[in-house]
T-cell receptor
Framework: DAKTTQPPSMDCAEGRAANLPCNHS???????VYWYRQIHSQGPQYIIH???NNETNEMASLIITEDRKSSTLILPHATLRDTAVYYC?????????????FGGGTRVLVKP | DVKVTQSSRYLVKRTGEKVFLECVQD?????MFWYRQDPGLGLRLIYF???????EKGDIPEGYSVSREKKERFSLILESASTNQTSMYLC????????????FGSGTRLTVV
């Protein structure tokens, strides 16, 4: 799986959009970009994933650059409950047993 | 929503005990995984299974075994618990043939004394 680079931490004001960057310059053509988050003392939670096109769901939006070497997760209206560590992961989709490798992630603190 | 349920949230066991951690998922997922999470080491894969009665070693299988007798249940077994197995244990599942994300359980924080 390709390696990812994320800033270690960032703050965000409640109600504002949070933009979380991720670099994955060695991504392969068949690798997807996945985002997870982990709230303290809980298991990781799947947020969103994409291959080439931008994606949106009820939790977030994912913007992938045209060369696919970086992406941004957008939380449109951050709430205090969005405080968590956010992980960007690149992996081949659907492969049985293809382990999930979590890097350091970005620790996001949403402030009132 | 898919649910992955781990039987215990917190567990305290003595050194040398045989420990069973249970995980059940309710969405007919083929793949199931056991990870442990430790500060500074991230998530490390212990074992995974892509079908009933099938199992594969992950990165750190030593001291552990698994059982998958039914599709929905994946058990992690610590044959003889040791203090270095004190950790957060996370179970996850995913469909076998699609690019869907993993669904994790809430975790079991095991302390071996």
């Amino acid at each position: 799986d390709a390696k990812t680079t994320q800033p270690p931490s960032m703050d965000c004001a409640e109600g504002r959009a949070a933009n979380l960057p991720c670099n994955h310059s060695t991504i392969s053509g068949n690798e997807y970009v996945y985002w997870y988050r982990q709230i303290h003392s809980q298991g990781p939670q799947y947020i969103i994933h994409g291959l080439k096109n931008n994606e949106t769901n009820e939790m977030a939006s994912l913007i992938i650059t045209e060369d696919r070497k970086s992406s941004t997760l957008i939380l449109p209206h951050a709430t205090l409950r969005d405080t968590a560590v956010y992980y960007c992961i690149v992996r081949v989709a659907g492969a049985a047993g293809n382990k999930l490798t979590f890097g350091g992630g970005t620790r996001v603190l949403v402030k009132p | 929503d898919v649910k992955v349920t781990q039987s215990s949230r917190y567990l305290v066991k003595r050194t040398g005990e045989k420990v069973f951690l249970e995980c059940v998922q309710d969405m007919d997922h083929e793949n199931m995984f056991w990870y442990r999470q430790d500060p500074g080491l991230g998530l490390r894969l212990i074992y995974f299974s892509y079908d009933v009665k099938m199992k594969e070693k992950g990165d750190i299988p030593e001291g552990y075994s698994v059982s998958r007798e039914k599709k929905e249940r994946f058990s992690l077994i610590l044959e003889s618990a040791s203090t270095n197995q004190t950790s957060m244990y996370l179970c996850a599942s995913t469909p076998g043939d699609r690019e869907r994300g993993y669904t994790f359980g809430s975790g079991t924080r095991l302390t071996v004394v």
